[in-house]
């Protein structure tokens, strides 16, 4: 069955337009294949109108905000969820109980594609930074080769997942960010990573479906973590990485261990690809990184300032701390939503990079509250708002040091997302 038949007709509910409307483009490919679409969203209208207004006149068959009625999901057909949405909310008790059909963008996209090369990257830190690189380095490459397709499915993108089915064609490449909470609908539906590309430690039962001619490219922590794992049975080859593998001469703008590390995992998947070195080195040279991931902003005074939203584990802002410490003081701000991580080995590890700690507000900062203040070698400050954590760094800094906004939690209170909360401490940044 095609796509367009597939959805042709079907009562499709949306669950999230995403932090950002990330579902909107979606949402327009199955209203133009004649799906009969409602949107649902736990916000209220007022904070998502301005996506709201772009769908206006679309043809939605229905749109509710603030609260989702369970009773409202049982006339429906397919319910397709944004990933920050749990498969475990309570409003979908019922339409589970009724046997709808409940996916994610991610998962429904591989049912419904042809056979692709799938490149999967996956672990807790790096991820948006590897899979751009690999992106960019194949895209290079790639552009000499007719008909050679590839697609990147990246779920804070907004170009939509569903909507490259309209492109996609038997034997493209498809590089697919994975994210954690993916990881066990990608395990059910059988979907293991032709190469699967991996920048920390995770749970690893989505190899299991890999074949000999399949690949794992990782670092030898993860490699390692691999082989001890006795219960699990691999049939791939292991592609060990190194961050000393990418040349000095090469002279790229970005060399901290913590990028080159990352730049070693796509030099190894490209080469798979018999992609050229002067290829990768070109791209290599030419990256800047990528927002809110260590990005850094600006110098004021002497003070390095650097975003890095993105982190919401501690082994994302432990690899942070290390990839800028270069024997310089840290002013570290950090804090918000509880996410279930243990946070022990960074907070054993905080008075070796960090001279004050900035605490914001949040469900996961207090829970670790009496752990941090028993740190005695470094200032502890806490403040309500980011644009005082701000201030704050600068305040208790001296020319030299760096500031780095790096929560290791979830966004909280009035940020909707990551990216509006990095929004917001780029501009008090700019603004001192």
């Given at each position: 069955m095609s796509y367009k038949d597939y959805f042709k007709g079907k009562k499709i509910a949306i669950v999230g337009l995403g932090p950002h409307g990330e579902m909107l483009t979606d949402i327009k490919f199955l209203l133009k294949n004649k799906a009969i679409v409602s949107i649902y969203d736990m916000r209220s209208e007022e904070r998502i109108k301005k996506y709201i207004l772009s769908l206006?006149?679309?043809?939605?068959?229905?749109?509710?905000?603030?609260?989702?009625?369970?009773?409202?999901?049982?006339?429906?057909?397919?319910?397709?969820?944004?990933?920050?949405?749990?498969?475990?909310?309570?409003?979908?008790?019922?339409a589970i109980l009724s046997?709808?059909?409940?996916?994610?963008?991610?998962?429904?996209?591989?049912?419904?594609?042809?056979?692709?090369?799938?490149?999967?990257?996956?672990?807790?830190y790096g991820k948006s930074t590897v899979s751009n690189l690999i992106y960019l380095i194949l895209k290079r490459s790639f552009s000499e080769i007719k008909e050679q397709g590839l697609f990147f499915i990246d779920p804070d993108s907004n170009n939509g997942i569903l909507n490259n089915l309209r492109k996609i064609k038997k034997g493209d490449v498809v590089i697919v960010r994975i994210l954690e909470n993916l990881i066990p609908y990608y395990y059910k539906l059988r979907i293991s990573p032709h190469v699967a590309v991996i920048t920390s430690p995770i749970s690893f039962e989505i190899l299991e479906f890999q074949t000999y001619n399949n690949f794992i490219v990782a670092t030898d922590e993860v490699i390692d973590a691999i082989k001890n794992k006795t219960n699990l049975s691999i049939k791939s080859k292991m592609l060990r990485t190194h961050s000393n593998s990418i040349p000095s001469t090469w002279h790229i703008p970005l060399n901290s261990s913590h990028f080159l590390e990352n730049a070693s995992l796509a030099l190894q998947t490209v080469e798979l690809f018999k992609v050229s070195h002067s290829t990768i080195e070109d791209v290599l040279r030419g990256f800047i990184g990528l927002k809110g991931r260590i990005e850094f902003i600006k110098?004021?005074?002497?003070?390095e300032f650097y975003n890095d939203t993105a982190s919401i584990s501690p082994i994302s802002t432990l690899?942070?701390?290390?990839?800028?410490?270069?024997n310089k003081n840290i002013i570290l701000i950090f804090g918000g939503a509880y996410t279930g991580?243990?946070?022990?080995?960074?907070?054993?590890?905080?008075?070796?990079?960090?001279?004050?700690?900035?605490?914001?507000?949040?469900?996961g900062t207090i829970g670790l509250?009496?752990?941090?203040?028993?740190?005695?070698?470094?200032?502890?400050?806490?403040?309500?708002?980011?644009?005082?954590?701000?201030?704050?760094?600068?305040?208790?800094?001296?020319?030299?040091?760096?500031?780095?906004?790096?929560?290791?939690?979830?966004?909280?209170?009035?940020?909707?997302?990551?990216?509006?909360?990095?929004?917001?401490?780029?501009?008090?940044?700019?603004?001192?």
């Amino acid at each position: 069955m095609s796509y367009k038949d597939y959805f042709k007709g079907k009562k499709i509910a949306i669950v999230g337009l995403g932090p950002h409307g990330e579902m909107l483009t979606d949402i327009k490919f199955l209203l133009k294949n004649k799906a009969i679409v409602s949107i649902y969203d736990m916000r209220s209208e007022e904070r998502i109108k301005k996506y709201i207004l772009s769908l206006s006149v679309s043809g939605l068959h229905k749109f509710s905000f603030g609260k989702i009625i369970d009773d409202d999901l049982l006339d429906i057909d397919l319910i397709i969820l944004s990933p920050e949405i749990s498969r475990k909310s309570n409003f979908l008790k019922k339409a589970i109980l009724s046997k709808i059909q409940i996916e994610f963008a991610d998962t429904l996209f591989f049912k419904l594609t042809p056979p692709i090369t799938l490149i999967g990257v996956l672990g807790i830190y790096g991820k948006s930074t590897v899979s751009n690189l690999i992106y960019l380095i194949l895209k290079r490459s790639f552009s000499e080769i007719k008909e050679q397709g590839l697609f990147f499915i990246d779920p804070d993108s907004n170009n939509g997942i569903l909507n490259n089915l309209r492109k996609i064609k038997k034997g493209d490449v498809v590089i697919v960010r994975i994210l954690e909470n993916l990881i066990p609908y990608y395990y059910k539906l059988r979907i293991s990573p032709h190469v699967a590309v991996i920048t920390s430690p995770i749970s690893f039962e989505i190899l299991e479906f890999q074949t000999y001619n399949n690949f794992i490219v990782a670092t030898d922590e993860v490699i390692d973590a691999i082989k001890n794992k006795t219960n699990l049975s691999i049939k791939s080859k292991m592609l060990r990485t190194h961050s000393n593998s990418i040349p000095s001469t090469w002279h790229i703008p970005l060399n901290s261990s913590h990028f080159l590390e990352n730049a070693s995992l796509a030099l190894q998947t490209v080469e798979l690809f018999k992609v050229s070195h002067s290829t990768i080195e070109d791209v290599l040279r030419g990256f800047i990184g990528l927002k809110g991931r260590i990005e850094f902003i600006k110098k004021v005074s002497g003070i390095e300032f650097y975003n890095d939203t993105a982190s919401i584990s501690p082994i994302s802002t432990l690899s942070a701390l290390r990839s800028i410490s270069n024997n310089k003081n840290i002013i570290l701000i950090f804090g918000g939503a509880y996410t279930g991580y243990d946070y022990d080995e960074l907070i054993k590890n905080l008075s070796q990079y960090v001279s004050v700690l900035i605490l914001l507000p949040g469900s996961g900062t207090i829970g670790l509250r009496k752990k941090i203040e028993e740190i005695s070698d470094i200032k502890i400050i806490q403040t309500l708002y980011l644009e005082d954590a701000v201030k704050k760094a600068k305040e208790f800094s001296r020319k030299g040091d760096s500031v780095l906004f790096s929560p290791g939690f979830e966004s909280v209170g009035i940020d909707i997302s990551r990216k509006e909360r990095g929004e917001r401490f780029v501009r008090a940044v700019r603004d001192l």
